[in-house]
Nanobody, 129 residues
Framework: QVQPVESGGGLVEAGGTLRLSCTAS????????MGWFRQAPGKEREFVAA????????YYADSVKGRFTISRDNAKSTVYLQMSSLKSEDTAVYYC??????????????????????WGQGTQVTISS
């Protein structure tokens, strides 16, 4: 079972914090790039953050930079998204994704949905103002 499984979504007041978790079984988790995307009603799915397996470096969408932090625990095959200073515009279904290609460049920022191969079912995050 390679499909990631997300958890941790919920209803939070604006300014609050929330941590999402994603467990992704399957081979080579520790070397895989893991990402978080989100999709608000009526909008396309958009990149939020990603973390490389090679060196644990991470990168973020401008809209969440400084507020969200992605991290991973390879021993648990789990990636996290710590979200703080939440805003109403952060309301969306959040998806975890795994890139399972044989090769991933260490200098390319993979942010497109086509750059990732396995997707979770999503977890709803709702921010009340």
């Amino acid at each position: 079972q390679v499909q990631p499984v997300e958890s941790g979504g919920g209803l939070v007041e604006a300014g609050g914090t929330l941590r999402l978790s994603c467990t992704a079984s399957g081979r080579f988790f520790s070397s895989s790039i893991m990402g978080w995307f989100r999709q608000a009603p009526g909008k396309e799915r958009e990149f939020v953050a990603a973390i490389r397996g090679s060196d644990d470096s991470s990168y973020y969408a401008d809209s969440v930079k400084g507020r969200f932090t992605i991290s991973r625990d390879n021993a648990k095959s789990t990636v996290y998204l710590q979200m703080s200073s939440l805003k109403s515009e952060d309301t969306a279904v959040y998806y975890c994704a795994k890139r399972s290609r044989v090769y991933s460049s260490g200098s390319v920022y993979y942010t497109g949905t086509k750059d990732f191969d396995h997707w979770g079912q999503g977890t709803q995050v709702t921010i009340s103002s």
